[in-house]
T-cell receptor, first 120, second 110 residues
């Protein structure tokens, strides 16, 4: 396994078009996160999945954004009717979340290289 | 909102130790301190994390104060390739999501 994979790496689209990004997490990772990052800022949380269930969506995720993880493996993020303000790097991360009684154990989340979206 | 405070930038001479501070005064007992870094145009890279004990791995050391209100990431021998934005993150709770701040831009000078 080579880590979290995101496709495409770059996408240029015209304003008003729909775009879809794909994220393949590390095998057997049950948690998957989507983030957005604009120039000079840290990544901003958008949404996350536990297996196939989408458990939280940020207020940043407008109605034009939708994310799915149909089989609990790969995930897609779709943006409808793109706007210039959607131009950003979209990052995906995955982790293995296990409920444990002890507080002394937690896992790291691994990020992909991102998809850079440019809306012209 | 991010629960950490970091200086916006730091310089370090190549070959010297880089000590990156982070304040997290509102950290809860079940929250971990994580460090990631991001090199330009790449995804964030995990460095290290800890709960209350100091931690060390092949990349860095993490020193957490006894009251857990602050921590320091130490890169023992900084190289030019360590130039990046370093994020200190408090992570935990039900979602266990990472909430990033603006991080510290570490510039390693030759």
């Amino acid at each position: 396994d080579t880590g979290v994979s995101q496709n495409p790496r770059h996408k240029i689209t015209k304003r008003g078009q729909n775009v879809t990004f794909r994220c393949d997490p590390i095998s057997e990772h049950n948690r998957l996160y989507w983030y957005r990052q604009t120039l000079g800022q840290g990544p901003e949380f958008l949404t996350y999945f536990q297996n196939e269930a989408q458990l939280e969506k940020s207020r940043l995720l407008s109605d034009r954004f939708s994310a799915e993880r149909p089989k609990g493996s790969f995930s897609t993020l779709e943006i409808q009717r793109t706007e210039q303000g959607d131009s950003a790097m979209y990052l995906c991360a995955s982790s293995l979340e296990v409920a444990v009684a002890s507080l002394d154990w937690n896992t790291e989340a691994f990020f992909g290289q991102g998809t850079r979206l440019t809306v012209v | 909102d991010a629960k950490t405070t970091q200086p916006p930038s730091m310089d370090c001479a190549e070959g010297r130790a880089a000590n990156l501070p982070c304040n997290h005064s509102t950290i809860s007992g079940n929250e971990y301190v994580y460090w990631y870094r991001q090199i330009h145009s790449q995804g964030p890279q995990y460095i290290i994390h800890g709960l209350k004990n100091n931690e060390t791995n092949e990349m860095a050391s993490l020193i957490i104060t006894e009251d857990r209100k602050s921590s320091t990431l130490i890169l023992p021998h900084a190289t030019l390739r360590d130039t990046a934005v370093y994020y200190c993150i408090v992570r935990g709770g039900a979602t266990n999501k990472l909430i990033f701040g603006t991080g510290t831009l570490l510039a390693v000078q030759p």
